[in-house]
């Protein structure tokens, strides 16, 4: 299982970005996809989820200004990100929940994450 997260970037206080999380690897069912950050000095902390069934949690400092979504077919998720602010300035980290089977019929569970994108956002 890998997972590939992109669409970090520069951005002035008040603009949007839209990240992206693509997962992959054989035979591989995606369940939950979350988007956590951690900012310098800072611990990880969780910013949105979703499930495969499209039900959404979010953090309450982000309410309202972010939107999690996702294309089931891609095994990609999306997290678009509006009226950024600077103390949001963090790596932006994509993680899922995965289910596939071995060759020998096992159910292998786990949880992947994907090497973070940076995103600063200038005041």
């Known amino acids: 299982v890998q997972l590939q997260a992109s669409g970090g970037g520069l951005v002035q206080a008040g603009g949007s970005l839209r990240l992206s999380c693509a997962a992959s690897?054989?035979?591989?069912?995606?369940?939950?996809m979350g988007w956590y950050r951690q900012a310098p000095g800072k611990q990880r902390e969780f910013v949105a989820e979703i499930t495969s069934g499209g039900t959404t949690n979010y953090a309450d400092t982000v309410k309202g200004r972010f939107t999690v979504s996702r294309d089931n077919a891609k095994n990609t998720a999306y997290l678009q990100m509006n009226s950024l602010k600077p103390e949001e300035t963090a790596v932006y980290y994509c993680?899922?929940?995965?289910?596939?089977?071995?060759?020998?019929?096992?159910?292998?569970?786990?949880?992947?994450w994907g090497q973070g994108t940076q995103v600063t956002v200038s005041s």
């Open positions: 993680n899922a929940d995965y289910l596939f089977y071995s060759e020998l019929g096992e159910p292998v569970v786990g949880r992947e």
């Open positions: 690897g054989r035979r591989l069912t995606i369940n939950t």
